[in-house]
């Protein structure tokens, strides 16, 4: 079956700081991945998604980047991060034929 | 950006009532999926229809979409205690990416 794995769970950091969020699934190849960010009791904010190793398209200008380096494992970076970049980050997977998503549990990022 | 709009944005109900929430959409679609987010948590998918479905039921779930009408609604039946949660709806364009777009959500709260 497969998994999806995300972390960490939560993350305070710094202004100014870098950030790396890992994201890997296992079980599949080939995977769509997506990184989105929900805002406090807000709808979910698509960021970036791949379909396959390399290709990585940015839905929203911003100060974070994303990269794949291997099929199943999807990275959302940020050299300095800001105040505004707080908020709750997922990480979500589908087949490479499909939509349908199946999301990691999340990283609650705060920016202090 | 997003997609989908949710209406009600909450809801409260009674434990064994009927809860309907609605969503509408922009574009040209190629399904519509409906997700469940217990607070704090990932997503979790609940149920999809295709552009050229109608109707479609799981469980106590029962999903219409409206094509011509921009539009679709959720029906949960016999509602519990444990559906307590944010639902989602979003949708997949018709053509090019593989990508999923979700609205704001509807926050369901049912009382014992």
């Known amino acids: 079956s497969q998994t999806i794995h995300q972390w960490p769970a939560t993350l305070v950091q710094p202004v100014g700081s870098p950030l790396s969020l890992e994201c890997t699934v296992e079980g599949t190849s080939n995977p769509n991945l997506y990184w989105y960010r929900q805002a406090a009791g807000r709808g979910l904010q698509l960021l970036f998604y791949s379909v396959g190793i390399g290709q990585i398209s940015s839905e929203v200008p911003q100060n974070l980047s994303a990269s794949r380096p291997q099929d199943r494992q999807f990275i959302l970076s940020s050299k300095k991060l800001l105040l505004s970049d707080s908020g709750f980050y997922l990480c979500a997977w589908s087949p490479f034929y499909s939509t349908e998503a199946f999301f990691g549990q999340g990283t609650r990022l705060t920016v202090v | 950006s997003q997609q989908g709009e949710e209406d009600p944005q909450a809801l409260s109900i009674q434990e064994g009532e009927n809860a309907t929430m609605n969503c509408s959409y922009k574009t040209s679609i190629n399904n519509l999926q409906w997700y469940r987010q217990n607070s704090g948590r990932g997503l979790v998918h609940l149920i999809l229809?295709?552009?050229?479905?109608r109707e479609k039921h799981s469980g106590r779930l029962r999903v219409t979409l409206d094509t011509s009408k921009k539009s679709s609604s959720l029906l949960i039946t016999a509602s519990r205690a444990a559906d307590t949660a944010s639902y989602f709806c979003a949708t997949a364009p018709a053509q090019g990416a593989q990508k999923l777009v979700f609205g704001q959500g509807t926050r369901l709260t049912i009382n014992p």
């Open positions: 229809i295709r552009s050229n479905e």
